[in-house]
């Protein structure tokens, strides 16, 4: 008996996890660069910029560095990213915060 007690409160709690969608994949295209807003794609609602997490492979990043004559040289390692590009993104806390993995 306790065995198929323990099989309900699997089912209801993996059936619990799966309408609460903790995580979803999803694109995007921005729509302004500073501040960033994004486009969710399917719905063509924007999402608000308080609600967009970037990683580092989407934010301009530069390091400096010394040259073999001493100089100082800006490097760009990658660039902002600019109005019109797709971007993949996790949807996480039932749509509340979207983080932007990458660009598609």
């Known amino acids: 008996m ?3 007690l323990l099989s309900v409160l699997q089912q209801i709690n993996q ?3 799966k309408g609460m969608k903790l995580c979803d994949l999803c694109f995007g295209t921005v729509a302004t660069a500073e501040p960033v807003t994004i486009i969710l794609e399917g719905t063509m609602q924007p999402i608000p910029t308080a609600a967009i997490v970037l ?8 390091v400096v560095c010394t040259d ?3 100089d100082t040289v ?5 660039t902002a990213l600019t109005v019109g ?5 996790l949807r996480c806390s039932q749509g509340q915060q979207f983080l932007v ?3 598609a």
């Open 74 to 78: 800006t490097v760009p390692l990658s």
């Open 68 to 70: 073999s004559n001493g």
């Open 85 to 89: 590009e797709r971007v993949i993104m």
């Open 15 to 17: 059936n619990g996890l």
């Open 2 to 4: 306790s065995a198929d």
């Open 101 to 103: 993995l990458s660009r």
């Open 55 to 62: 990683c580092d492979s989407v934010q301009a990043r530069q």
